[in-house]
């Protein structure tokens, strides 16, 4: 069975960071094209960070761009999304997604999705 599960969200104060996980079972993280995205109440699903499967290429919008970083670990078949100066707008429920071979920029186009992790930056 194929399966993804985040972790590491929580409660941060703005400017304070906390790093998610994607772990996978089931399949290679290697072979899939890796997305996070995010959703906060009453908006749409948006993307924030993916690694293309063969270049290991990784792109972000401007709104989490030099404040996000994303890595994968191909021993642990888990990917990381690293997120330093955190903003109250950066309140959402955080999915992890998998398709095959390159990003995009389409909820629609992830064939595995995880069960998300919420994380609320507030003082």
């Known amino acids: 069975q194929l399966q993804l599960v985040e972790s590491g969200g929580g409660l941060v104060q703005p400017g304070g960071s906390l790093r998610l996980s994607c772990a996978a079972s089931?399949?290679?993280?290697?072979?899939?094209?890796i997305g996070w995205f995010r959703q906060a109440p009453g908006k749409e699903r948006e993307g924030v960070s993916c690694?293309?499967?063969?270049?290991?290429?990784?792109t972000y919008p401007d709104s989490v761009k030099d404040r996000f970083t994303l890595s994968r670990h191909n021993g642990k078949n888990t990917v990381y999304l690293q997120m330093t100066s955190l903003k109250p707008d950066d309140t959402a429920v955080y999915y992890c997604?998998?398709?095959?071979?390159?990003?995009?920029?389409?909820?629609?186009?992830?064939?595995?999705w995880g069960q998300g992790t919420q994380v609320t930056v507030s003082s």
């Open positions: 997604a998998a398709r095959m071979h390159y990003c995009s920029v389409s909820v629609a186009e992830y064939d595995y």
């Open positions: 089931g399949f290679n993280l290697e072979n899939y094209a």
């Open positions: 690694i293309n499967r063969s270049d290991g290429i990784t």
